[in-house]
């Protein structure tokens, strides 16, 4: 199994710029998240998915973000605007759900500049 | 919701010296404790994880307790080795909710 798949690796933006972040989960697993990761706040979790649908959003920030899940193996962050506020390493992480730890994929490091 | 507290946010030891690592939470319902490394650049990784219907849990040189009732955990390094230097994460699961992290603790091995 090729693991929890994220890309871009690394993103480099304007402010203001629309960013797409992608993360395809590990084949079987019917749980998605997308996590932060800054220096002051460590891992905070922005969405979760189970079979596909959002269950939690109360951590995406704003507006300005959002998040799909159009079938079980393909999701995205979007950020439209963005701002330098956003720069900081996008997780994405799935689990087969209840009491089971998460995998997590490598992650996305946004510089909004 | 859950509050995870990870104590402490900083750990230096010697090589072959233990190193313990605490962790509260707040959610009572709270039924799975994981903990992950993460190392400079990498991904967090699970290494050990506990449920409440355990007290104790081993696996080589890493152990974690939990107490229910003080509703704390915690995660015990024996015979540190320098690559044992990571930041570790603790987290706890509400039923129905995410893994909800502690805000992690660097832990530095010297030789």
């Known amino acids: 199994d090729a693991g929890v798949i994220q890309s871009p690796r690394h993103e480099v933006t304007e402010m203001g710029q629309e960013v797409t972040l992608r993360c395809k989960p590990i084949s079987g697993h019917n749980s998605l998240f997308w996590y932060r990761q800054t220096m002051m706040r460590g891992l905070e979790l922005l969405i979760y998915?189970?079979?596909?649908?959002?269950?939690?959003d109360s951590g995406m920030p704003e507006d300005r973000f959002s998040a799909k899940m159009p079938n079980a193996s393909f999701s995205t962050l979007k950020i439209q605007p963005s701002e330098p506020r956003d720069s900081a390493v996008y997780f994405c992480?799935?689990?087969?759900?209840?009491?089971?730890?998460?995998?997590f994929g490598s992650g996305t490091r946004l510089t909004v500049v | 919701g859950e509050n995870v507290e990870q104590h402490p946010s900083t750990l230096s030891v010697q090589e072959g010296d233990s190193a313990v690592i605490k962790c509260t939470y707040s959610?009572?319902?709270?039924?799975?404790f994981p903990w992950y490394k993460q190392e400079l650049g990498k991904r967090p990784q699970l290494i050990i994880d506990i449920r409440s219907n355990v007290g104790e849990k081993k696996d080589q040189r890493i152990a974690v307790t939990l107490n229910k009732t003080a509703k704390h955990f915690s995660l015990h390094i024996t015979e540190t080795q320098p690559e044992d230097s990571a930041v570790y994460f603790c987290a706890a699961l509400s039923p129905g909710y995410a893994l909800n992290f502690g805000k992690g603790t660097s832990l530095l091995v010297t030789p």
């Open positions: 998915f189970n079979n596909n649908v959002p269950i939690d």
């Open positions: 959610d009572s319902a709270s039924n799975y």
């Open positions: 992480a799935s689990s087969t759900g209840g009491d089971y730890g998460y995998t």
